[in-house]
């Protein structure tokens, strides 16, 4: 059948699967929106109010529910829009597919009104990215970009379409929907040592992070740690993926982790490192992390292995495929006075914040909110203090239910993450966890909440200061308070009220309790603000560029 590239478009998206597209309209995408109207009851296109909410709503999509996010956006600034968003997805490897809309190909590379070179731009924060200039390729592009998207390590994709291409006419066929490429090939020699490090070590560590989530192995992951009794620590992309009451899970390890699991990876004879890149916010010191271990990497992508951390042995696949190779050569066994070892360490030095019911603690909030939801309801955050307490103290154990931005840190993330979240998942209850200075980044999205009416609800951890920064200051800045108290009179009722949603105000716990139990029951967006103190820190603290030796934990 003969079709126009804005048809050829949507029907390879529903072709994929694709059943939600966030994004916002403009010159160049008008074609692709003409169909999108046409085509309203077969495909959801929900409406941002910004391109930057539309490209985290996607993300939050995707991480929800494993399956590629899809955002839209015309040409030059709504392009440009995008851009942090996909970084945002790049960093955390989260398979999206973002499609922007270009001038008519005769107008490329004349400075046009709206064109900007995004496929330049967003290069060196994509898997890949496309270029459509005749409307014969867009189909098999778009299948392409999908498949990139999903295989190996998952990451975004963006495909650049010319308003032209999306008006011209050819024969499309459809095919069935693309697969991911099958995983490396594992090699039994490789599994084999690993075992026999994992078989011979008398103090074991597992660090785990988002590929455990990703590869779908969070029940192989708990069957090895017992099988071979072997503590687990995580990373923050890593929580969900083992119970938060497991012996065996530590917890966080890194610049705010538990002071135990850190002490365990100092002391351990073997590290075992399952979908996980070392990044700088655990391996806080490149050349002084785990020094007394063996290091065995498990990742799927081979640029990760040596890149922060030399280890002493790699094995490169999913992770689910190594750990479904690798138990059966796993002996059953018991590490009691390791175990020992890391509990009196976790007696002696972990962190108890005091509780206060009189006013809001950051520790206690977080208790509420998890105390209040199921295991399968999702919290999102933004970036900040916030973000640490939750990864904290929050209490998600099951896959896909914490949704933060790790890699970027990208204050603003969470509300159009929440919104792409709810749309995935309207089964869930989900939460919103900010802080005042993240919130003010993309306030905007309230509306699009409102808009479609998705019971989300925020929490704004409201210290009116930028806290993160601020809490460097107390530091290491001689409490110069650079821009970090800006000041702000924002009323976050009134403003929640402005939107058309409801807000609140709390300066009690109790106030709090009261608020989530009415609020996670509204049928529309509800705001929290949750008044907190200023000087609140996120404890425990390792200063940038020290070990677990110099960590602040009073």
Same mark, same amino acid.
């Given at each position: 059948?003969?079709?126009?590239?804005?048809?050829?478009?949507?029907?390879?998206?529903?072709?994929?699967?694709?059943?939600?597209?966030?994004?916002?309209?403009g010159?160049?995408?008008?074609?692709?929106?003409?169909?999108?109207?046409?085509?309203?009851?077969?495909?959801?296109?929900?409406?941002?109010?910004?391109?930057?909410?539309?490209?985290?709503?996607?993300?939050?999509?995707?991480r929800?529910?494993?399956?590629v996010?899809?955002?839209?956006?015309?040409?030059?600034?709504?392009?440009?829009?995008?851009?942090?968003?996909?970084?945002?997805?790049?960093?955390?490897s989260?398979?999206?597919?973002?499609?922007?809309?270009?001038?008519?190909?005769?107008l490329i590379?004349?400075?046009?009104?709206?064109?900007?070179?995004?496929?330049?731009?967003?290069?060196?924060?994509?898997?890949?990215?496309?270029?459509?200039?005749?409307?014969?390729?867009?189909?098999?592009?778009?299948?392409?970009?999908?498949?990139?998207?999903?295989?190996?390590?998952?990451?975004?994709?963006?495909?650049?379409?010319?308003?032209?291409?999306?008006?011209?006419?050819?024969?499309?066929?459809?095919?069935?929907?693309?697969?991911?490429?099958?995983?490396?090939?594992?090699?039994h020699?490789?599994?084999?040592k690993?075992?026999d490090?994992?078989?011979?070590?008398?103090?074991?560590?597992?660090f785990?992070?988002?590929?455990?989530?990703?590869?779908?192995a969070?029940?192989?992951?708990?069957?090895?740690?017992?099988?071979?009794?072997?503590?687990?620590?995580?990373?923050?992309?890593?929580?969900?993926?083992?119970?938060?009451?497991?012996?065996?899970?530590?917890?966080?390890?890194?610049?705010?982790?538990?002071?135990?699991?850190?002490?365990?990876?100092?002391?351990?004879?073997?590290?075992?490192?399952?979908?996980?890149?070392f990044?700088?916010?655990?391996?806080?010191?490149? =050349? &002084?992390?785990?020094?007394?271990?063996?290091? #065995?990497?498990?990742d +799927? %992508?081979? /640029? !990760?292995?040596?890149?922060?951390? @030399?280890?002493?042995?790699?094995?490169? =696949? &999913?992770?689910?495929?190594?750990?479904?190779a #690798?138990l059966?050569? +796993? %002996?059953? /066994? !018991?590490?009691?006075?390791?175990? @020992?070892?890391?509990?009196?360490?976790?007696?002696?030095?972990?962190?108890?914040?005091?509780?206060?019911?009189?006013? +809001?603690?950051?520790?206690?909030?977080?208790?509420?909110?998890?105390?209040?939801?199921?295991?399968?309801?999702?919290?999102?955050?933004?970036?900040?203090?916030?973000?640490?307490?939750?990864?904290?103290?929050?209490?998600?154990?099951?896959?896909?239910?914490?949704?933060?931005?790790?890699?970027?840190?990208?204050?603003?993330?969470?509300?159009?993450?929440?919104?792409?979240?709810?749309?995935?998942?309207?089964d869930?209850?989900?939460?919103?966890?900010t802080?005042?200075?993240?919130?003010?980044?993309?306030?905007?999205?309230?509306c699009?909440?409102?808009?479609?009416?998705?019971?989300?609800?925020?929490?704004?951890?409201?210290?009116?200061?930028?806290?993160?920064?601020?809490?460097?200051?107390?530091?290491?800045?001689?409490?110069?308070?650079?821009?970090?108290?800006?000041?702000?009179?924002?009323?976050?009722?009134?403003?929640?009220?402005?939107?058309?949603?409801?807000?609140?105000?709390?300066?009690?716990?109790?106030?709090?309790?009261?608020?989530?139990?009415?609020?996670?029951?509204?049928?529309?967006?509800?705001?929290?603000?949750?008044?907190?103190?200023?000087?609140?820190?996120v404890?425990?603290?390792?200063?940038?560029?020290?070990?677990?030796?110099?960590?602040?934990?009073?």
């Amino acid at each position: 059948m003969k079709l126009n590239g804005s048809q050829i478009l949507i029907e390879t998206l529903l072709e994929q699967g694709t059943d939600t597209i966030f994004g916002y309209p403009g010159g160049a995408v008008l074609n692709i929106y003409d169909e999108l109207y046409k085509y309203s009851d077969r495909i959801r296109h929900v409406l941002t109010a910004h391109e930057q909410g539309a490209s985290h709503a996607a993300d939050g999509y995707a991480r929800a529910t494993g399956k590629v996010g899809v955002c839209l956006a015309t040409s030059g600034p709504g392009a440009t829009n995008l851009v942090t968003g996909i970084a945002t997805a790049f960093m955390d490897s989260i398979p999206m597919v973002a499609i922007t809309g270009n001038v008519g190909t005769a107008l490329i590379g004349r400075d046009s009104f709206q064109e900007v070179y995004i496929a330049g731009i967003t290069m060196p924060i994509t898997k890949h990215n496309f270029v459509v200039r005749k409307v014969e390729e867009l189909a098999d592009t778009i299948r392409l970009a999908f498949e990139i998207a999903m295989s190996g390590r998952p990451g975004p994709v963006l495909i650049d379409i010319p308003k032209d291409v999306t008006a011209a006419m050819c024969e499309f066929e459809h095919k069935p929907a693309v697969q991911p490429r099958p995983h490396p090939q594992i090699h039994h020699d490789e599994i084999k040592k690993m075992a026999d490090m994992i078989n011979a070590s008398e103090r074991p560590v597992i660090f785990f992070g988002g590929g455990v989530i990703s590869s779908g192995a969070s029940e192989l992951l708990e069957q090895l740690i017992h099988r071979a009794d072997i503590p687990a620590c995580h990373a923050m992309m890593g929580i969900g993926a083992l119970k938060c009451d497991d012996p065996l899970n530590m917890g966080m390890i890194g610049m705010h982790g538990w002071v135990s699991a850190g002490r365990a990876a100092d002391k351990a004879d073997l590290l075992i490192a399952l979908g996980t890149r070392f990044s700088d916010r655990v391996a806080t010191k490149m =050349g &002084d992390f785990a020094t007394s271990a063996r290091i #065995v990497q498990v990742d +799927i %992508d081979p /640029a !990760e292995v040596n890149k922060n951390i @030399e280890v002493d042995h790699n094995v490169i =696949g &999913d992770v689910r495929d190594v750990l479904e190779a #690798v138990l059966p050569l +796993i %002996d059953h /066994a !018991e590490h009691i006075p390791w175990k @020992e070892q890391i509990a009196t360490w976790k007696k002696r030095m972990d962190y108890r914040p005091k509780d206060d019911d009189s006013v +809001i603690r950051p520790h206690q909030l977080m208790r509420t909110i998890d105390a209040l939801l199921s295991k399968d309801d999702i919290v999102v955050t933004d970036v900040g203090q916030h973000q640490m307490w939750a990864a904290q103290f929050a209490g998600r154990e099951t896959p896909r239910t914490f949704l933060s931005s790790g890699g970027l840190g990208t204050m603003g993330y969470g509300y159009g993450a929440a919104i792409g979240a709810k749309t995935a998942r309207p089964d869930r209850k989900v939460v919103h966890i900010t802080g005042d200075g993240s919130f003010h980044m993309n306030l905007n999205e309230m509306c699009t909440a409102v808009s479609y009416n998705l019971p989300v609800v925020t929490v704004i951890v409201d210290n009116a200061v930028l806290g993160m920064v601020r809490q460097w200051q107390t530091s290491f800045y001689g409490h110069r308070y650079s821009n970090t108290d800006p000041h702000r009179k924002t009323d976050f009722v009134k403003l929640a009220e402005a939107f058309g949603a409801k807000g609140v105000r709390c300066e009690t716990l109790a106030q709090v309790e009261a608020a989530l139990r009415e609020a996670l029951q509204a049928d529309g967006p509800v705001i929290i603000d949750a008044v907190v103190d200023k000087d609140e820190r996120v404890l425990p603290f390792i200063p940038a560029g020290e070990t677990i030796n110099s960590v602040v934990v009073d």
